[in-house]
């Protein structure tokens, strides 16, 4: 497992107003993105943000959308180096919590995670219908996931290639520790078993392909927002029954955040998130 840590700390979080009504938690010393292009974690303001960016501008729009299959591994390491070409970065610190939420402004949703050390609390968000989202909330919904405990985040890319036409395409995958134990994604057994009824139901009546992809990838995303919202229930208490106070409840991002979200997602968002 990768060694390398977050680096550069900085001042942990001032409390907030006591006359909030409703609760609100700490602002992340931290943020981290994932890089679909590079296939790795970033610190957001980072010199490795800043390489990505202009590596995607000289790149050109058009082949930014291809994403990973875009560049050769020699490629990807003349930019964020051969170490995180083998080996991407890794996210370390005790599990404070996870949720989701939506971006007002594309209305765009993402999956949050939560961890604090000794640099303080960071903060990675991941785009909820993306490959990497829905790998994370398969992981967070193993229920050996525990709050509390250390956790370590990684995210991958790899490449496969399609029998049907031979094109390449990128998966993106997350992998979790906890306690140096591998914590596995669940089975989406039920979710394939539901895919299989739609298309069975498809082919029956005579539905276009289009239409029966466009309505398969929102049963998909459906499946995993339904995972989420579970996790979510079930961080909302500590072990022994001790009641965490319920993010969830929040309407919109504390003021403070939304700058500081402002600056990486283009706007604020309305949180759906627990833990602690």
Do not use: C
């Not at 875009?70 to 003349?78: D, F, I, K």
């Not at 992809?213 to 208490?237: C, G, I, K, P, S």
Request: hydrophobic fraction near 35%; proline fraction near 4%.
């Amino acid at each position: 497992m990768n060694n390398r840590t977050v680096e550069n700390a900085h001042a942990p979080a001032t409390g907030r107003d006591a006359a909030r009504s409703v609760p609100s938690r700490p602002v992340p010393d931290k943020t981290y993105g994932y890089s679909r292009l590079f296939g790795t974690f970033y610190e957001r303001g980072s010199a490795l943000e800043r390489r990505i960016n202009d590596a995607k501008s000289e790149m050109g729009e058009s082949a930014v959308k291809h994403g990973y299959t875009a560049l050769s591994p020699a490629e990807r390491a003349q930019v964020i180096g051969p170490e995180l070409v083998r080996d991407p970065l890794v996210v370390r610190g005790f599990f404070e919590g996870a949720g989701f939420y939506r971006h007002e402004a594309s209305s765009q949703e993402y999956v949050r995670v939560r961890l604090r050390n000794e640099e303080g609390l960071s903060s990675v968000s991941v785009a909820l219908d993306s490959d990497l989202g829905k790998s994370i909330v398969r992981h967070l919904a193993n229920p050996e996931v525990k709050l509390g405990a250390p956790m370590s985040l990684q995210a991958f890319a790899s490449t496969r290639i399609s029998e049907f036409d031979g094109r390449a395409f990128a998966n993106h995958a997350a992998v979790m520790w906890q306690d140096e134990a591998k914590i596995e994604g669940i089975s989406k057994e039920t979710l394939e078993a539901a895919k299989g009824g739609m298309r069975a139901k498809f082919e029956a009546v005579g539905i276009d392909v289009k239409t029966a992809r466009a309505a398969l990838y929102r049963l998909e995303a459906d499946w995993h927002r339904d995972r989420l919202r579970e996790v979510t229930a079930r961080l909302e208490q500590r072990e022994g029954g001790e009641s965490i106070q319920a993010e969830t409840q929040a309407k919109h991002m504390p003021a403070n955040e939304e700058a500081l979200e402002e600056e990486a997602l283009a706007g604020r968002g309305d949180e759906l998130d627990s833990g602690r």
